[in-house]
T-cell receptor, first 114, second 113 residues
Framework: GQNIDQPTEMTATEGAIVQINCTYQ??????LFWYQQHAGEAPTFLSY????GLEEKGRFSSFLSRSKGYSYLLLKELQMKDSASYLC???????????????FGQGTELSVKP | SQTIHQWPATLVQPVGSPLSLECTVE??????LYWYRQAAGRGLQLLFY??????ISSEVPQNLSASRPQDRQFILSSKKLLLSDSGFYLC????????????FGPGTRLTVL
């Protein structure tokens, strides 16, 4: 079956660094996505990894290890506006759907405190 | 640039009533389209996807259905809503290439009473 795990909640301090982990067990892996979702809003795309290693985008970085079925999202210089839910999603390939489909974890609710 | 629209933004419906949610995409051709539902405090559950006009695949058995009457239009329907259908419904799209990112529409918040 397909399974994606991430912590339910995390708390961090403004200005600090936080790492949100995601482990997955899926078949047909074709990339891992991280989305940010503020309360009451749609998810917005943050990062995408398909090869092992670190992808950096400003204050946000994402790491992938395919052999370990593991990814993390690193947020630096935390700001209050970073308080949100962070969703890890794995794309799996499909025979008649070249775009595949995303399987989402339950999301990690991050609270940034002053 | 590409834009995805959903309407209505919010909806309150009685149990047993019908449902029609619409999603349209602008600025692209032949996108893959997806319907997700997010219950309160839960992750996203894929309901349907479509790779072309009239082509619908269902991920979970339920009392919902989907249709794609036009290339950039995706509709989610129900003949009789259940309380458990309440949630945040999100439409998403990608271009057909396998490396493209999936982008979400603004969503429809449905409350069934």
């Amino acid at each position: 079956g397909q399974n994606i795990d991430q912590p339910t909640e995390m708390t961090a301090t403004e200005g600090a660094i936080v790492q949100i982990n995601c482990t997955y067990q899926t078949s047909g892996f074709n990339g891992l996505f991280w989305y940010q979702q503020h309360a009451g809003e749609a998810p917005t795309f943050l990062s995408y990894n398909v090869l092992d290693g670190l992808e950096e985008k400003g204050r946000f970085s994402s790491f992938l290890s395919r052999s370990k079925g593991y990814s993390y999202l690193l947020l630096k210089e935390l700001q209050m506006k970073d308080s949100a839910s962070y969703l890890c999603a794995v794309r799996v390939t499909m025979i008649y759907n070249q775009g595949g489909k995303l399987i989402f974890g339950q999301g990690t609710e991050l609270s940034v405190k002053p | 640039s590409q834009t995805i629209h959903q309407w209505p933004a919010t909806l309150v419906q009685p149990v047993g009533s019908p449902l029609s949610l619409e999603c349209t995409v602008e600025g692209t051709s032949n996108p893959n389209l997806y319907w997700y539902r997010q219950a309160a405090g839960r992750g996203l559950q894929l309901l349907f996807y479509s790779v072309g006009i009239g082509q619908i695949s269902s991920e979970v058995p339920q009392n919902l259905s989907a249709s794609r009457p036009q290339d950039r239009q995706f509709i989610l329907s129900s003949k009789k809503l259940l309380l458990s259908d309440s949630g945040f419904y999100l439409c998403a799209w990608i271009a057909s290439a396998s490396t493209d990112t999936q982008y979400f529409g603004p969503g429809t918040r449905l409350t069934v009473l």
